[in-house]
């Protein structure tokens, strides 16, 4: 396929976004763009001193392979920055040139499907309840030797899904013509081949 088709997944923290986009872009062998890591590279230059604004609007490729993004002290500063409108709009042509490549994108993130792409093929929201969210970031951060508290990483995850769904700008919510998976219950495999059918059924 040469057409852009743009496959949109949202969803709050530590849903399985990552995981799900990444298998899905690899099976219909398409680009993925983790949007987060914007944020977060955003995030993580405002925590070295930076002005949120003028870090976002003067990100280099170079910003998203800080060994620090995958942090909870960046994802809480990436949540923050996330509120500025200012920020976001210096983060839009990029997300949406990326969106429109020849051979299609799956991009992830909170805004991908409302305001991002909203004419995007497939929308995906992906879910799961706080706790099993709280216990795979708990896990995820254990297994990359990051000291973590399960208590914490919880209270962690609830404000950051607060502050974002909160937000004048962008907030997070499904787009209306989204598909919803909820992983709560669902093995890797399971969610990957959840997503995978919603976007057969699309593509038709
Ligand atoms: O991996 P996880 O789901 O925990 O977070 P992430 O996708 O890396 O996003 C980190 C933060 O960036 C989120 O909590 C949001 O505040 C912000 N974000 C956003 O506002 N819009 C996006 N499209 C992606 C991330």
């Known amino acids: 396929m040469t057409?852009?088709?743009?496959?949109?997944?949202?969803?709050?923290?530590?849903?399985?976004k990552g995981t799900i986009s990444k298998a899905v872009a690899a099976h219909f062998n398409m680009a993925h763009l983790d949007t987060g890591l914007l944020y977060?590279?955003?995030g993580a230059r405002v925590l070295a001193g930076e002005d949120a604004v003028e870090a976002a609007r003067t990100l280099v490729a170079?910003?998203?392979?800080?060994?620090?993004?995958?942090?909870?002290?960046?994802?809480?500063?990436a949540s923050k920055v996330a509120v500025i409108g200012?920020?976001?709009?210096?983060?839009?042509?990029?997300?949406?040139?990326?969106?429109?490549?020849?051979?299609?994108?799956?991009?992830?993130?909170?805004?991908?499907?409302?305001?991002?792409c909203p004419q995007a093929e497939v929308k995906l929201f992906v879910t799961a309840s706080a706790e099993v969210r709280a216990k795979r970031r708990y896990d995820e951060l254990v297994s990359r030797g990051?000291?973590?508290d399960l208590e914490a990483v919880t209270a962690d995850v609830k404000a950051r899904d607060a502050r974002d769904m909160e937000r004048a700008e962008a907030p997070l919510k499904p787009a209306q013509d989204a598909v919803l998976i909820d992983t709560s219950d669902k093995?890797?495999?399971?969610?990957?081949?959840a997503a995978i059918d919603a976007v057969n059924l699309k593509k038709g």
Request: proline residues 4%.
């Open 3 to 16: 057409e852009p088709f743009t496959i949109a997944i949202d969803g709050p923290a530590a849903a399985g």
């Open 40 to 42: 977060r590279a955003v």
């Open 62 to 77: 170079a910003d998203l392979e800080n060994d620090s993004l995958r942090t909870q002290d960046v994802a809480q500063a």
């Open 86 to 116: 200012d920020v976001r709009a210096a983060l839009l042509d990029f997300q949406r040139a990326f969106a429109r490549r020849a051979g299609g994108a799956v991009l992830d993130g909170r805004d991908i499907g409302t305001v991002i």
């Open 146 to 148: 990051q000291p973590a």
């Open 187 to 193: 093995t890797i495999d399971q969610a990957v081949a």
